[in-house]
């Protein structure tokens, strides 16, 4: 996931005061970070840009992202941090979802995790090569400052922190997440992070 941004950021100050369309956790973070988090819906988001009525968005990745054209109106994309892949999900009525046979329920949950994985794999096929051709219509490719990483880093750990306070269910899930990110993150710096960087 990335944003796209009308003027470049080289500071945390730049992102003081910034208009952006960004909704739930990421927006409260950026909002921590002096941004004022607008929510949109997709179709207004381009011309809410063009006009600047927001000076940035978030939005899926560059494969969706050149179809809506953000690249016209704000030429500075930034790896974001907010959020780090698309996902797909099936909700069901607990209470209906157990009067299904067994049978329909296994169906189900192979389906749904095959279209999510199938989704996945897809959207990483095609964000490659539009990342390529963004590069060619004059797109500013950019990471965020360290000062802009550290304050996001900060924030975020306050935001949970509120949550957490709030919803035990919200700590819970947020423990979980932060102790597999650990094991995630020293698995893929010895598998596939040093296959790519040696390559």
Not at 7 to 21: A, C, T, V
Not at 119 to 126: A, L, Q, R, V, Y
Not at 152 to 180: P, R, T
Request: aromatic share 12%; net charge neutral; charged share 25%.
């Amino acid at each position: 996931m990335g944003a796209w941004f009308r003027k470049p950021i080289n500071s945390l100050k730049d992102m003081q005061g910034l208009k952006m369309r960004i909704p739930g956790l990421g927006g409260e973070v950026f909002s921590k970070m002096g941004v004022n988090p607008i929510l949109l819906p997709a179709g207004e988001i381009y011309t809410s840009l063009e006009r600047g009525v927001i000076d940035a968005t978030e939005w899926v990745g560059p494969a969706l992202d050149i179809k809506m054209g953000f690249y016209k109106v704000a030429p500075y994309y930034y790896s974001g941090w907010h959020e780090p892949g698309s996902i797909l999900e099936l909700t069901f009525n607990k209470h209906s979802w157990s009067k299904l046979a067994f049978e329909h329920q296994a169906i189900i949950e192979v389906c749904a995790s095959e279209m999510n994985s199938n989704m996945t794999s897809e959207f990483h096929h095609d964000n490659i090569f539009a990342l390529e051709k963004l590069k060619g219509l004059g797109v500013t490719l950019g990471y965020f400052p360290k000062d802009v990483n550290d304050a996001g880093k900060k924030a975020l750990k306050e935001v949970i922190q509120e949550q957490s306070a709030k919803n035990s269910d919200f700590k819970k899930v947020a423990n979980s997440i932060e102790n597999y990110l650990k094991l995630s993150k020293a698995w893929s710096d010895v598998s596939l992070g040093h296959f790519l960087n040696e390559r």
